[in-house]
């Protein structure tokens, strides 16, 4: 390159950085598209479901439907001892399961008591409606009769409202006011004297209410036990007034 004009030899060297810095350029498209092409890869092997999966999720939504049809058919041809049911009280109801065998009609009830989420719990008034709903889904649930002390606890700690599609936490009284007023309802204590004494506004603000997000309790509510009712020593089921101990460790 010495006999090269030195004009000549800046064109060349500048020629062949422009080839070099190209190659490079192009070098690195393809790793990227070799990078793309393994990402892809992987990820069609992460979604493949084998078909035994299928299988095993279909069989258990049948058992689950099965269990649901025996529920329905017992509470249909028995007769319903109504003096059982604790009418016109405050339940307490708490999801303690999720869907992975559930029935769809199952699943549709619990969309209705808005028991969307495992470790969420709401209000209802007992009603003989109610109570049948309850027990054909209640291998999801426990539920039980809340005192006055826990109502309070989890509208204090736990309370939030639904306006305009807005979660707005009950942090005062102001707010209460502002969204309850024209029922009469301007403080917590109203909340909570209207949900333990099951009174005519009990529906308006139960409504009002977002369900209650719960923490798991410690060394409670364990993966074995809630597929066993409480009378085999599980945890779903009407516990009554034990539920105050249970929703205790949960606030």
């Known amino acids: 390159m010495d006999n090269i004009p030195q004009a000549q030899k800046k064109y060349v060297l500048t020629d062949i950085m422009k080839k070099r810095k190209h190659q490079s350029s192009l070098n690195e498209e393809r790793a990227r598209q070799i990078k793309e092409r393994i990402l892809k890869k992987k990820q069609k092997t992460k979604d493949f479901i084998h078909p035994e999966k299928f299988v095993d999720k279909y069989r258990k939504q049948q058992t689950a439907y099965s269990y649901f049809k025996r529920k329905e058919r017992k509470q249909n041809l028995e007769t319903l001892d109504v003096k059982s049911i604790p009418i016109n009280k405050t339940l307490l109801v ?23 989420k495992v470790n969420t719990a709401v209000f209802v008034k007992t009603t003989v409606d109610i109570w049948k709903k309850l027990k054909l889904v209640e291998n999801y649930i426990t539920y039980g009769l809340p005192t006055r002390q826990i109502i309070n606890d989890l509208i204090v700690k736990r309370g939030h409202i639904m306006k305009e599609k807005e979660i707005i936490a009950l942090k005062s009284n102001e707010i209460i006011e502002e969204y309850m007023s024209e029922k009469d309802i301007i403080c917590v204590e109203d909340i909570v004297n209207t ?40 945890e779903w089921g009407y516990r009554e007034e034990r539920i105050n101990n249970l929703v205790e460790n949960m606030i």
Request: charged share 30%; glycine share 6%; no cysteine.
């Open 94 to 116: 708490v999801r303690i399961r999720g869907v992975k065998d559930i029935s769809n009609k199952q699943q549709k009830i619990l969309k209705e008591l808005r028991l969307n």
């Open 195 to 234: 949900i333990a004494n099951a009174s005519e506004n009990f529906d308006f603000v139960t409504k009002f209410l977002v369900p209650l997000k719960l923490n798991h309790p410690e060394g409670q509510l364990k993966s074995g036990k809630i597929k066993k009712p409480l009378t085999k020593q599980g």
